[in-house]
């Protein structure tokens, strides 16, 4: 069955930095887009970036753009996201989620999420 | 960006009743040369990540329950519980996927 299990969250001060980690098992990796999305505390849903199977395309919400990278290793089964110069309104929990094989789409499975926590 | 408007933002319904969730788009998320409709909906519970249970506007996912069902076209479009059950109480979104940024309304609450 499809798994999706984050990993990498934490309390960082602001301006500090993050690598969150997304292990995906149950299906055939390379062949789906991925998504991060996040959920403020007690707020609703943003999409935060997609990647494709081959690494490319690759799309960020204007919020992050700059300041987040979306990157996976499909030899891992890996999707990552590097987030840097964090900001309090960053807190959120972080979800990976799979996408579609031909574009990123609507989001069929998603992780249990892993919490981001920006505060001095 | 597209804006997706849902309606109301809470709702509380008696077990067997119907429920009815609204979501309007800023603009049409329909593909002509397709013939589809790019939303979907999704449901969260207390403390868990969303779960997919509507593509396309109206194709259930595997293992939805049939009481479940989506309609509309264009920018407005409906979930409908058919007959609630204690299980439905959830934070429902809309989500449209018809260009980036994907955006999702704001979540309606279901509550009995």
């Known amino acids: 069955q499809v798994q999706l299990v984050e990993s990498g969250g934490g309390l960082v001060k602001p301006g500090g930095s993050l690598r969150l980690s997304c292990a995906a098992s149950g299906f055939t990796f390379s062949d789906y887009y991925m998504i991060w999305l996040r959920q403020a505390p007690g707020k609703g849903l943003e999409w935060v970036s997609y990647?494709?199977?081959?690494?490319?395309?690759?799309n960020y919400a204007d919020s992050v753009k700059g300041r987040f990278t979306i990157s996976r290793d499909n030899a891992k089964n890996s999707l990552y996201l590097q987030v840097n110069s964090l900001r309090a309104e960053d807190t959120a929990v972080f979800y990976c989620a799979r996408g579609g094989t031909t574009r990123a789409g609507y989001f069929d499975y998603w992780g249990q999420g892993t919490l981001v926590t920006v505060s001095s | 960006d597209i804006v997706m408007t849902q309606s109301p933002d809470s709702l509380a319904v008696s077990l067997g009743e119907r429920a009815t969730i609204n979501c309007k788009s800023s603009q049409s998320v329909f593909y002509s040369s397709n013939n589809k409709n790019y939303l979907a909906w999704y449901q969260q519970k207390p403390g868990q990540p969303p779960k997919l249970l509507i593509s396309w506007a109206s194709t259930r996912e595997s293992g939805v329950p049939d009481r479940f069902s989506g309609s509309g076209s264009g920018t407005d479009f409906t979930l409908t519980i058919s007959s609630l059950q204690a299980e439905d109480v959830a934070v429902y979104y809309c989500q449209q996927y018809y260009s980036t940024p994907y955006t999702f309304g704001q979540g309606t609450k279901l509550e009995i």
């Open positions: 990647i494709s199977g081959s690494g490319s395309p690759i």
